[in-house]
């Protein structure tokens, strides 16, 4: 007796075995690097959720060409160092034919000379411009650059016919690149900046600086940083009854904002994403299906909403997937295939790479949004 | 906007910066007269007030004024953890070693509290709406109404029990002369105790009344405690009215430097009033050299 169940679970175990090695010879193994603990865990989790997801989707119908994917995630917990061992395994032991990731700009930084001299593919999820400024040949990024934000904001001031503004800066790096982009940009738009201030990320009132703003010529005011600061100024600005239209950056675009700042956000609008007025956008938008489907599967799968961190990884996922498909195999001829990519319409806008352009997006990835009933609506 | 009217604004804004920074000041300076250590987990007391009504709000989901209460009952209770746990069991040790367990103790807190309540920024419903209210030209809010008039409360509250009651008495005494008030048969170990549990529950009342304001988070007791010990050094450790003139006056310099010179100088400010207090003035801006503080 005992011997034929250990005959059977023998054989069962070797068909398993055979099974397995019979797929593994059909995958294509994709590394993911994100920071799923630790001071980003809000980019890396809503990351690593999505691109599990869309792996897992892909895999269901049928894998891409009859060749199934196989992801293999690392956490980094933020940490530029933890990011380039993990790189490097990928890369040794798991031997990916191509990366997404890492998280935050500091990281992929770091992770950059890994891949150049693997040559290895790497699709960042972070925002910084210098990930692709200058190009690398092996790296491409599918977050927004900051400019482009600036560049949606002055357009739209542009057609209000606007153009004294008001800038209230956070003084950490989020707050000093956009202030960087904010002047860069200017003349080009027309913009003549009055008043040029800041505010401490930790800062608890804002009165002083919005009052010495109210007493200027400033038509529109720009505040650009991250929660909670933004907010805080969104709750001055309405004690004081300041009048000036008030703008903010893509670093409030999620509901957190709308939350902390409550009655005060009304009005507020802010460059964004598409991601979170996917339902309201017109039916002439290129990446309304991509938008719903990955809001509707997010749903799904994790009861949340889908946001734009997740987003960036549904591209970089998407983008490795349409290169395959159109015949690349090795690590080289993906890359071949990510610059070859033409009018791809993603989560976070529509992606053309080229020799000379890595990041792929124009400032028709954002739209321009207004806070209305604690909502987001898409601004006139 | 005139110039006149701008000014007003800084001044209102800084008055109720500045009445926070006093309430947390006397925390420090009440432990200080009576341990002669700093407490640099005062500003925790702080966070804990706004967080504790928070998660008494959203997940206990009790009505604001039953929160707000419970929350300092809370926080008091925590005060006296501290003391029995962290400070009673080193009474012998020197005070710059304890100086440095409350700085230890101060981490714990505030790390225990990230680990429960996470590190995201809540924001708190104001007391009683959110009407501007206009005052020639300058704004206020209801909830810096509240603020004034709770800390004006307070301190009338904290000289009473200071200079009238058996308590109160007992631990200026204490502050005089320990020995000499153990000698007496005043239970100096308790009046420690007592120290630690008043200061902890003014600190969190500062941070709720506070909170719907600036919002809170588990690290804002950083950088409110260390405003409030330099409100506390203006004014010379004094558990009196100099620590709250010390409070407002750094509020209002915050205020108008932020208003008139630039936003960038603004915590620079404090630390530089601090500095030269120390260098120039070490009794406090009002006292005089060498007196018995309380």
Redesign the interface.
């Known amino acids: 007796m005992l011997t034929r169940i250990m005959t059977v679970l023998m054989l069962s175990a070797t068909l398993l075995l055979s099974a397995s090695f019979a797929l593994a010879a059909d995958t294509i193994k994709i590394g993911g690097l994100f920071s799923v603990t630790g001071?980003p865990a809000f980019l890396g989790e809503p990351e690593r959720n999505t691109a599990k997801m869309v792996v897992d989707g892909i895999n269901k119908s049928g894998g891409i060409k009859g060749q199934k994917l196989e992801l293999i995630v690392y956490d980094t917990a933020g940490d530029a160092t933890k990011a380039v061992q993990m790189a490097t395994k990928l890369i040794r032991d798991d031997k990916v034919v191509a990366i997404i990731g890492p998280s935050t700009t500091g990281e992929t930084m770091a992770v950059i000379p890994v891949v150049e001299k693997a040559r290895i593919p790497l699709i960042s999820c972070a925002a910084g411009s210098k990930i692709t400024d200058p190009v690398k040949r092996y790296v491409f990024k599918t977050a927004q650059n900051d400019a482009l934000a600036v560049e949606r904001i002055y357009d739209y001031l542009k057609r209000q016919r606007q153009n004294r503004v008001a800038l209230l800066t956070v003084?950490d790096g989020f707050g000093a690149s956009g202030r960087e982009q904010l002047k860069a940009l200017a003349p080009r738009f027309g913009m003549q900046i009055v008043v040029d201030?800041?505010?401490?990320p930790?800062?608890?009132?804002?009165?002083?600086?919005l009052?010495?703003i109210?007493?200027s010529q400033a038509q529109v005011l720009i505040v650009w940083g991250t929660?909670?600061g933004p907010?805080?100024i969104a709750?001055n600005a309405?004690?004081?009854?300041l009048k000036l239209p008030l703008y903010m950056s893509h670093g409030v675009s999620s509901k957190?904002f709308i939350?902390?700042?409550?009655?005060?956000a009304e009005g507020v609008r802010l460059p964004s994403g598409k991601v979170i007025v996917a339902d309201a956008l017109s039916k002439k938008d290129p990446q309304k299906a991509s938008l719903l489907a990955f809001v509707k599967d997010y749903q799904n799968h994790y009861k949340q909403e889908g946001d734009h961190f997740g987003g960036h990884a549904w591209d970089a996922v998407m983008l490795l997937k349409a290169a395959i498909e159109r015949g690349a195999t090795t690590a080289e001829s993906i890359r071949d295939g990510l610059e070859n990519t033409r009018n791809f319409h993603g989560i976070g806008g529509t992606f053309t790479y080229s020799a000379g352009d890595h990041a792929g997006l124009n400032k028709e990835a954002f739209v321009m949004v207004e806070i209305k009933n604690r909502d987001w609506s898409l601004a006139k | 906007m005139e110039l006149g009217t701008q000014l007003l604004q800084y001044l209102l804004s800084g008055l109720s910066t500045g009445a926070i920074y006093a309430l947390i000041g006397i925390g420090f300076s009440i432990i200080y007269n009576a341990t002669g250590i700093i407490n640099f987990a005062q500003g925790e007391f702080v966070m804990l007030g706004g967080m504790l009504t928070l998660f008494l709000l959203s997940v206990l989901q009790l009505p604001l004024w039953i929160a707000i209460p419970l929350a300092v009952l809370l926080a008091a209770l925590v005060g006296l953890l501290f003391e029995r746990l962290a400070i009673r069991p080193l009474r012998k040790a020197s005070p710059i070693s304890l100086v440095i367990i409350t700085i230890g103790g101060a981490i714990l807190i505030r790390g225990l509290a990230m680990l429960i309540w996470g590190k995201d920024t809540h924001s708190l419903p104001s007391f009683t709406g959110d009407e501007p209210i206009m005052l020639a030209g300058a704004t206020l809010l209801p909830q810096h109404l509240w603020i004034f008039g709770i800390t004006v409360v307070l301190i009338g509250l904290n000289k009473w029990f200071f200079s009238h009651t058996i308590s109160g008495k007992a631990m200026r005494a204490c502050s005089y002369n320990p020995r000499a008030a153990g000698l007496v048969g005043i239970d100096v170990r308790r009046m420690v105790l007592l120290s630690f549990v008043i200061s902890a529950a003014m600190g969190a009342l500062a941070g709720i009344i506070v909170a719907p304001l600036t919002m809170t988070a588990y690290d804002v007791g950083i950088m409110l405690g260390l405003k409030g010990f330099c409100a506390a050094i203006i004014g010379g450790m004094s558990s009196g009215l100099s620590t709250v003139i010390g409070g407002l006056v750094l509020g209002v310099l915050e205020s108008l430097g932020a208003g008139l010179i630039s936003s960038g100088y603004k915590d620079a400010i404090a630390f530089v009033i601090l500095l030269l207090i120390l260098f120039l003035r070490p009794q406090g801006l009002f006292g005089k050299p060498e007196s018995e503080r309380v």
């Open positions: 001071p003084s201030d800041t505010y401490g930790k800062d608890t009132d804002m009165t002083s600086q009052t010495k109210r007493a929660n909670p907010a805080v709750k309405r004690q004081l009854g957190k939350a902390l700042a409550g009655d005060a």
